[in-house]
């Protein structure tokens, strides 16, 4: 990416927004592609990988955070910033160093790898309950326009 960088001029130890969002997008396209191959190879494996698959989203996570916490101790980033080569430092210096402290690398784990798994659970819940208010509505209205029949059927009569 050095390349882009020397084309906008700008600073080759910032990122460039292309850079940063790529990371991003290639963070949410990862976990897709597990699931695929852990379901492909469950249909060969079942009884190793059936309970895997059915657990999916904690293995995932607990996954990931051992590949970050690696990829932050080792080399300063996530795995996504590494392979985009966008590396973190510290913005405030203790005793010169912009290196991150064991706290930083351990919260930074966390962040990245909690932070998603909490949005997209709370998406799924937000669905659910929306599903279940949508299902009550209609309910509700069928059930007071039947009312409404049977008083119009009584009146009628």
Known sequence: MEYM????????????LFEVISQGKLNDLLEPAIRHLTSYYAHRYPRQLIPILNYHEECYALLMYFVEKHYFSNYGGSFFEHFF?????RVYTIKGSRSL?????SLS?????LLPVLAKRSEQYYQKLSQNVAITTLFQSRSQETEKQTKYDQIKV
């Open 5 to 16: 960088n020397s084309l906008s001029g700008g600073d080759l130890a910032k990122p460039s």
């Open 85 to 89: 080569g966008i590396k973190r430092e």
């Open 101 to 105: 402290t064991n706290l930083n690398i």
């Open 109 to 113: 784990a966390i962040a990245q790898v």
